[in-house]
């Protein structure tokens, strides 16, 4: 089955750090573009950061730029985001999505996403 | 506050037709193609509709999305319980340099 599986979540005190994970199957995964989108609760989508296939472009929102750093292991078939400084407002669910590959920033596979915390 | 505007909520009986607008700017809806995600609550979103009118595989033809000026609209015909959930457009923002959500439109099927 093709999918997307994000790990790494979970509760973090303010001005710490955590590694997110996402896994890729049955796809050729070093072939597409890649991005962290968040929800906090109750809320829309927020685009944080994109990487393009080879890793050599990223891209990321003011919200997170300087704090967050996108990577990705294709041999490995893996996209990570370390974010750093955190902040109560970074609370929110973060799911990996995979671009479409037709160059309009549609994204046509997501994970089920992985819940970060952000309290004392 | 998000870069798109839509309204918070639509509703329709069962049968009926709803729409759903999202309105943007030069930088964003205008210049770029629109893309439209359905979101059921407590799950990932999925891609409903692409370069402002295209389903892909597997989304039913009762889904349809078009975009004048500033403005992309989703419409949804013959509305089928399944249909609850919250839709979120997006487009590409030039100025931003990054992707850009709509806050959100919850379906409702009275």
Same mark, same amino acid.
């Given at each position: 089955?093709?999918?997307?599986?994000?790990?790494?979540?979970?509760?973090?005190?303010?001005g710490?750090?955590?590694?997110?994970?996402?896994?890729?199957?049955?796809?050729?995964? $070093?072939?597409?573009?890649?991005? %962290?989108?968040?929800?906090?609760?109750?809320?829309?989508?927020? %685009?944080? $950061?994109?990487?393009?296939?080879?890793?050599?472009?990223?891209?990321?929102?003011?919200?997170?730029?300087?704090?967050? /750093?996108?990577?990705?292991?294709?041999?490995?078939?893996?996209?990570?985001?370390?974010?750093?400084?955190?902040?109560?407002?970074?609370?929110?669910?973060?799911?990996?999505?995979?671009?479409?590959?037709?160059?309009?920033?549609?994204?046509?596979? %997501?994970?089920?996403? /992985?819940?970060? /915390?952000?309290?004392? | 506050?998000?870069?798109?505007?839509?309204?918070? +909520?639509? *509703?329709?009986?069962?049968?009926?037709?709803?729409? #759903?607008?999202? *309105?943007?700017?030069?930088?964003?809806?205008?210049?770029?193609?629109?893309?439209?995600?359905?979101? #059921?609550?407590?799950? =990932?979103p !999925?891609? &409903?509709?692409?370069?402002?009118?295209? !389903?892909?595989?597997?989304?039913?033809? !009762?889904? +349809?999305?078009?975009?004048?000026? #500033?403005?992309?609209?989703?419409? #949804?015909?013959?509305?089928?319980?399944?249909?609850? =959930?919250?839709?979120?457009? =997006? =487009? !590409?923002?030039?100025?931003?340099?990054?992707?850009?959500?709509?806050?959100g439109?919850?379906?409702?099927? &009275?």
């Open positions: 089955e093709v999918r997307l599986v994000e790990t790494g979540g979970g509760l973090v005190q303010p710490g750090s955590l590694r997110l994970s996402c896994e890729g199957s049955e796809f050729p995964f $070093s072939s597409y573009e890649m991005n %962290w989108v968040r929800q906090a609760p109750g809320k829309g989508l927020e %685009w944080i $950061s994109y990487i393009s296939s080879s890793g050599g472009v990223k891209n990321y929102a003011d919200s997170v730029k300087g704090r967050f /750093t996108i990577s990705r292991d294709n041999a490995k078939s893996a996209l990570y985001l370390e974010m750093n400084s955190l902040r109560v407002e970074d609370s929110a669910v973060y799911f990996c999505a995979r671009d479409s590959g037709l160059l309009i920033d549609a994204f046509n596979l %997501w994970g089920q996403g /992985t819940k970060v /915390t952000v309290s004392s | 506050q998000s870069v798109l505007t839509q309204p918070p +909520s639509v *509703s329709g009986a069962p049968g009926q037709s709803v729409s #759903i607008s999202c *309105s943007g700017s030069s930088a964003n809806v205008q210049g770029n193609v629109v893309n439209w995600y359905q979101q #059921i609550p407590g799950g =990932a !999925r891609l &409903l509709i692409y370069s402002n009118n295209k !389903r892909p595989s597997g989304v039913p033809d !009762r889904f +349809s999305g078009s975009k004048s000026g #500033i403005t992309a609209s989703l419409a #949804i015909s013959g509305l089928q319980s399944e249909d609850e =959930a919250d839709y979120f457009c =997006a =487009a !590409r923002d030039d100025r931003l340099k990054g992707v850009v959500f709509g806050g439109t919850k379906v409702t099927v &009275l």
